[in-house]
Each structure stands twice: as structure tokens, then as C-alpha cells.
């Protein structure tokens, strides 16, 4: 059972344009849900990650929209380049035995291509 | 700073075959991770330990095992190796306070033929 579901699995994207993937879950349980960003031959990198306690988080042309009550959270990437051209993959973590431990449960991913 | 080391970065197996994945940090982070990627699959957690001497199971741990006797290395071996466990192995590694992220190393690819 997939814990956390993404879509789309692929997009492609106009340079200048805004990308958008969506995430949603099932658990209450998990308290931060962070975004990583993959490049090929590279291990996943955090991108930006946020809190259920705000609805949105911004860090450069990186936004976080969250919707507790929907369950659902989405990246948004303005003005895409096409050096961001990578997989994304959403995650969200739950505590384990009430520590700060972060275990984390990954999105499928979407293959995101800028053309130029 | 190297951050997490993985090594070998690829590796061909024939079915049955041992070997071990080694995986170091240099961050003294108490907890490390191993995960799985396949190919429209996610990252899928294999095993994650919390600190040296102490490991536990995560989503998929049949055929693998692993040990955690410093702080710096958690290696991951695969005893019998089967065309199943063909994949891409990421460790990854995360300071212990707060919401800190998990630093991934650049992965091994493994066939298994």
C-alpha cells in the first residue's frame, strides 16, 4: 500500500512556465513533509519541506501549498529552468517510538522536463 | 566533508552470490538508513538504525541484513542474492534533533543475473 501518492508521474514544462505536482496521503500521523529533488547518477537532496501547522512555504521560486483538512500538498516551481529538469519525489514522516527519528514514506515521483 | 560514501557504485551478481554494501558518514550523525529505488517505485526502506548497536526492520527488509558497529559505517548485505533484489541501494544518514534532513549518498546500482 503506496503511503504517500504523487502525480503526475511525468511533466514536461515550457522554460518560464509553472510546474505543478501533487501529493496526498492517508495518515494523520505524519507531522513533516519534505521534498527532494534527483538528479541521474545523484542520491535524492531535500528541496524544501514544511510543517502541517502552515498552509504554505516558499524558499526561492520553490513553493509548498498544504491543505491539512484535504490531505494533500503540492510543489510548485515558478518560472522553471531547464536545470531543473529532475525526478521530484514527495515524502512525509511519522515519528517512531516518540522520537525524532523521521522515518520516511516516498512518493513514486515525477520526471519533470524543462524544455528550453 | 565527503557527507555519505557508498561504495561500490556498481556491481554485477550471479543469483546466489553474497556481498556487502558499505556505506560511510563523516557528519557523526546518529541515524542511518538504507533504502531501495526501483523504477516508478519510490525509495522503499529496507532497514534504518539509531545509533551504533541498534537497527530495525523497515518496509522491505526480507533477503537483507545489516549491522551497525560505529557510528560511521552501516553496511548492508545480501546473503543470497536473487534477480529481485536488482536495484539501486541508497544509505542515508540524519542528525538526531529537530526535523534535520536525511543526506543521501549517490547510490550503488546492483544487477543480479
Known amino acids: 500500500q503506496q503511503q504517500v501518492k504523487q502525480s503526475p508521474q511525468s511533466l514536461i514544462v515550457q522554460k518560464g512556465g509553472i510546474s505543478i505536482i501533487n501529493c496526498a496521503y492517508e495518515n494523520t500521523a505524519f507531522d513533516y513533509f519534505p521534498w527532494y529533488q534527483q538528479f541521474p547518477g545523484k542520491g535524492p537532496a531535500l528541496l524544501i519541506a514544511?510543517?502541517?501547522?502552515?498552509s504554505e512555504k516558499k524558499e526561492g521560486r520553490f513553493t509548498i501549498s498544504f491543505n491539512k483538512s484535504a490531505k494533500q500538498f503540492s510543489l510548485h516551481i515558478m518560472d522553471s529552468q531547464p536545470g531543473d529538469s529532475a525526478t521530484y519525489f514527495c515524502?512525509?514522516?511519522?515519528?517512531?517510538?516518540?522520537?525524532?527519528?523521521?522515518?520516511?514514506?516516498f512518493g513514486r515521483g515525477t520526471q519533470l522536463t524543462v524544455w528550453p | 566533508n565527503a557527507g555519505v560514501t557508498q561504495t561500490p557504485k556498481f556491481r554485477i551478481l550471479k543469483i546466489g552470490q553474497s556481498m556487502t554494501l558499505q556505506c560511510t558518514q563523516d557528519m557523526n550523525h546518529n541515524y542511518m538508513y538504507w533504502y531501495r529505488q526501483d523504477p516508478g517505485m519510490g525509495l522503499k526502506l529496507i532497514y534504518y538504525?539509531?545509533?551504533?548497536?541498534?537497527?530495525d526492520k523497515g518496509e522491505v527488509p526480507n533477503g537483507y541484513n545489516v549491522s551497525r558497529s560505529t557510528t560511521e559505517d552501516f553496511p548492508l548485505r545480501l546473503e543470497l542474492a536473487a534477480p529481485s533484489q536488482t536495484s539501486v541501494y541508497f544509505c542515508a544518514s540524519r542528525g538526531a534533533t529537530g526535523a534535520q534532513p536525511q543526506h543521501f549518498g549517490d547510490g550503488t546500482r546492483l544487477s543480479i543475473l
Open positions: 515524502a512525509a514522516s511519522t515519528r517512531i517510538r516518540g522520537s525524532t527519528l523521521g522515518r520516511l514514506y
Open positions: 514544511i510543517r502541517p501547522d502552515v
Open positions: 538504525s539509531v545509533g551504533a548497536g541498534i537497527t
